[in-house]
């Protein structure tokens, strides 16, 4: 039995953005360069979003003094993470997964811009 994916045509469009400042500016730049055509892009294909948010991170039933500031939120509900690094490891997959854990939301999206060949990205559930 196949499963729904969450938010499956969100991450889709969020995806698609993505993939669309890639293919103009390829890689090599400073992760910031990334968040602002992303920022763009993503104004220009009307996806609702907030770059830079803070976000309260919970411990039991306490919310603590430190924030979280991912790159975005889409959609009000997805955790977009960007990075500019020649290959994804498993510390930016538990930074994702840590950041879903600790701010209740369900979904994140990594998308790596430094992988010399193609958009590298992964999306976690959790």
């Given at each position: ?33 990334y ?20 976000q ?13 500031i ?12 960007l ?20 701010t ?5 999206v990594?998308?790596?811009?430094g ?12």
């Amino acid at each position: 039995m196949m499963t729904d994916l969450l938010f499956k045509d969100e991450v889709y469009r969020i995806t698609g953005a993505a993939m669309e400042v890639y293919n103009h500016l390829g890689n090599g730049f400073l992760e910031a360069v990334y968040q602002e055509a992303l920022t763009l892009e993503f104004t220009l294909r009307g996806i609702p979003f907030k770059a830079q948010p803070p976000q309260h991170i919970h411990y039991k039933k306490h919310i603590l003094q430190h924030t979280y500031i991912p790159d975005f939120i889409a959609y009000e509900q997805i955790i977009v993470e960007l990075k500019a690094v020649k290959d994804l490891g498993s510390n930016e997959e538990a930074q994702i997964l840590n950041y879903l854990k600790a701010t209740g939301f369900r979904v994140g999206v990594l998308l790596n811009f430094g992988a010399p060949s193609k958009l590298e990205w992964i999306r976690r559930v959790g």
